[in-house]
C-alpha cells in the first residue's frame, strides 16, 4: 500500500440513520399514495477501512436496499451516507463522480449485470470510459486485459459476448468492472448466492485475495450465514427494515443476543449429522410481517419467543433502543 | 490506492481453455437464424429485384417519357412498343411503374424513418423517466390510437394538400404533396411503435446491468442510447420494417382516393385510380402491373419483417 489519505483516522463508510421507504401508488395519470413500503427504517453503520461489513437477514429484510440506498442509487428518504468523509446524497457533479469511482458494487445475479450487447472489452471499460483513466481505446484494453488476468480469466477472451461465459466466469467479470475504477469500497451484493456451491468458494477466495492486494474494503450482503463467518470481520444482523444486531463475527456466532439472531443462527445447516441431531433448532413460526405496516413496539415481537415467554408489556409498546449489551456488541431487545 | 499491476498477482489462474474456432459473435448468429428464413431470404432478394427495377429503370427511359400523354395512344394493350400497354392518356404503363416504384420505396423508407424517430423518442422518454411524464405521452398516444388511421390520413391530406410547390429531391423533382404524404403517414402511424418501445425500455431499465452503469456514474444520455437503446433494437428494427410495407399501403390507399401524389407525378396507388372508371372494360394492364408491383413489395417487406424478428430475438437459441 502507498500512503494512505488524511482521513484514515475516521471510518471509511459512515451511514447515520438511513431511511428508504419506496411509495405504494394508485392513479394512472395523477398518481396518489396510499402506503409506504419500509424497506429500511432508520439505520446506522460505519465500515472501517480493510474492514469487512457482513449483513445478515431473509428474504425483505432490507439488506439489498440499504446497499443501494448508501451507493445512491436508490434515492434516499432521508439519513447521510458518507464515505471518505463527502456525503454523497449531497454530492453532485464531479464530487458524486469521485464518489462513484470510489464506491462500487458487485451484484447477485451475475446474468442480469452484464449487458447482453456489449463485449467484455466495453464492459469492464466503461467505468475507464466514463471517469477518463485511461486516455485512448487501446490503453483502455491494456487495462481491460490486466483486470481479466487479475480475476483469473483469459486475457484473450477481451472480445467475447457475455452469453459465452459461465455464470462463475460472469461474477469474475462483474468484479473485474467493480476493480476497474480502484475503488476503495465495494459493496458486494449477495455475489455468490447465484453460483454453484464449488463456484461459491473460488469467488469467495477472489474476493478477499483482492482484499489482501488492494486494502479493500467491503459490505457483504448475504444470507449464507457460514460465507459470512468466512470472511466478514463484523455482522450486521437486519430484520424487518432495522439492524437488530451487530457486533465482532466470533462473538456474535458464539454469543448471540437478540432472539432474531439465536433464531436465524440455529437455522444454519450443520455439517455434521451427529452434531447437527442434538442441536436444538429454534423455530419461528408465521411470517415476516408486512413492511407496509410493520409491529408496534419491538418489530420483532409477534415471532418471538422470548417476548411470548416473559410476557414484558414493553415489547409490544416501545420500540427497543440500540445499546452496547457488551463492549463492541450492540443490540435491539428489551429482554437481552 | 496502489496500482494492481505492480506486483504479480497472487490469484490463481483458470486455465486457459484451448477452444479450435472461436465462439460466433451475435452478429453471426443473428445472421444464422435470419438464413433459416427461408421466405425472409425470398423477401430479401426480391426487394433487391424491386429497388433495382425502379432505380435501374431509370437509366432506360427518362420521367419525360413516363409522364409524356399521347392521345392517340388511349388505354392500348401491352404490345412490343408498350410492354404493360398505356394508360387512359396514353402514357407508358411499364414507364409510370419505373418512377411510381421509385415514389413509393422514398415514401415507404422516409415514412418509417419519421415514425420511428418520433415512436422511440416518446416512447423512450415515457418508459425512461416513467411517472407524470409517462402518463402524458401514454394518455395522448391512446387518443392518438383511439382515432382510426384512414380517418386522421384523409382530414390531413384534405386539410394540408391543395397546390403545393414542386420540390427538387435527389436530382429529381417531386410533387409538394409527396412530402405532405410522407408527413402524415408518420405522424399517424408512430404511437404503435411508441408503446412498443416504452415496454422496452420499462423492462431493460430493471436490469441489474442499468443499475451497475449508474453506479458507474456513466450519464443518463449514455445509459438511454448506449445501454438501453442497442438491446430493445429487434422490435424496433421489426416495426420500422412493417412500417415501410404499412406506409406503401396507405400511400396507395390515399392516392387511390384521389387524396395523394398529383398527377402527373406517377405512384402506384394513383396509377390503380387512374383504373377505377375502366375495370369493366377489361383493360387489366391498368391495374394489375401497379397491383402486382404494390403486392409483391408489401410481401417481401413482410417476410423480411418476419425473419427479422426470429433472428434478432437473442432468446431463440436455434441455430
Known sequence: ?336 | MNNPTASPSPIVQLAADDLQTPPLSLRQLTWRRFRRHKMALFGLAMLFVLVAYSYGGMLLVSEEYANHNDTKLRIKPPSNEHLFGTDTVGRDILARTIYGGQISIVIGLTAALLEVLMGVTIGALAGYYGGFLDSLMMRFTEAILNIPQIFLLIVMAKFFGGNLPNVTLMGREYSGSLLVIIAIIGLTSWPYLARIVRSQFLSIKENDFILAARATGTPTWQIIFYHILPNSIAPIVVAATLGVANAITLEAYISFLGLGVKPPTATWGNMLEGAYGYIDQGAYWLWLFPGLLILLTVLSVNFLGDGLRDALDPRSRTV
Not at chain 1, 13 to 19: A, G, I, P, T
Not at chain 1, 157 to 167: D, T, V
Request: proline share 7%; with cysteine.
Open chain 1, 1 to 336: 500500500m502507498t500512503s494512505l489519505p488524511p482521513a484514515a483516522k475516521t471510518p471509511l463508510v459512515q451511514v447515520e440513520n438511513l431511511v428508504k421507504h419506496f411509495p405504494v401508488t394508485q392513479g394512472l395519470v395523477l398518481q396518489r399514495k396510499v402506503g409506504m413500503i419500509r424497506a429500511v427504517d432508520g439505520i446506522s453503520f460505519t465500515i472501517e477501512r480493510g474492514e469487512t461489513l457482513g449483513m445478515v437477514g431473509e428474504s425483505g429484510c432490507g439488506k439489498t436496499t440499504t446497499g443501494r440506498t448508501l451507493l445512491g442509487l436508490y434515492p434516499p428518504t432521508s439519513g447521510r451516507a458518507l464515505i471518505e468523509e463527502q456525503d454523497i446524497f449531497q454530492a453532485k457533479g464531479a464530487q458524486l463522480l469521485n464518489i462513484r469511482r470510489k464506491a462500487q458494487i458487485i451484484f447477485q445475479d451475475p446474468y442480469a449485470s452484464l449487458n447482453p450487447r456489449w463485449t467484455v472489452n466495453d464492459i469492464i471499460g466503461e467505468p475507464l470510459r466514463v471517469h477518463h483513466l485511461r486516455s485512448s481505446a487501446a490503453e483502455r484494453t491494456e487495462r481491460v486485459q490486466e483486470l481479466l488476468q487479475l480475476v483469473g480469466l483469459n486475457a484473450q477472451h477481451i472480445n467475447r459476448f457475455p452469453h459465452e461465459f459461465s455464470g462463475g466466469q460472469r461474477q469474475r467479470i462483474g468484479i473485474a468492472r467493480a476493480l476497474a475504477s480502484q475503488p476503495v469500497f465495494i459493496v458486494c451484493d449477495e455475489p455468490i448466492s447465484a453460483l454453484d456451491v464449488s463456484i461459491q468458494a473460488q469467488v469467495v477466495n477472489l474476493l478477499e485475495d483482492l482484499q489482501d492486494q488492494f486494502g479493500l474494503t467491503y459490505l457483504f450482503i448475504a444470507h449464507d450465514l457460514s460465507m459470512v463467518r468466512h470472511i466478514c470481520d463484523r455482522v450486521a444482523v437486519m430484520y424487518l427494515g432495522l439492524i437488530v444486531e451487530m457486533a465482532d463475527r466470533n462473538e456474535l456466532y458464539e454469543n448471540p443476543l437478540h432472539p432474531y439472531s439465536q433464531a436465524l443462527l440455529s437455522a444454519a445447516p450443520i455439517p455434521d449429522p451427529k452434531k447437527s441431531r442434538a442441536h436444538q433448532r429454534t423455530i419461528l413460526s408465521g411470517d415476516v410481517p408486512s413492511p407496509i405496516n410493520p409491529p408496534s413496539g419491538c418489530r420483532f415481537h409477534p415471532r418471538c419467543p422470548l417476548a411470548e415467554q416473559r410476557k414484558n408489556p414493553a415489547c409490544r409498546e416501545v420500540a427497543p433502543e440500540w445499546r452496547e449489551v457488551c463492549s463492541g456488541h450492540w443490540a435491539a431487545c428489551h429482554e437481552a
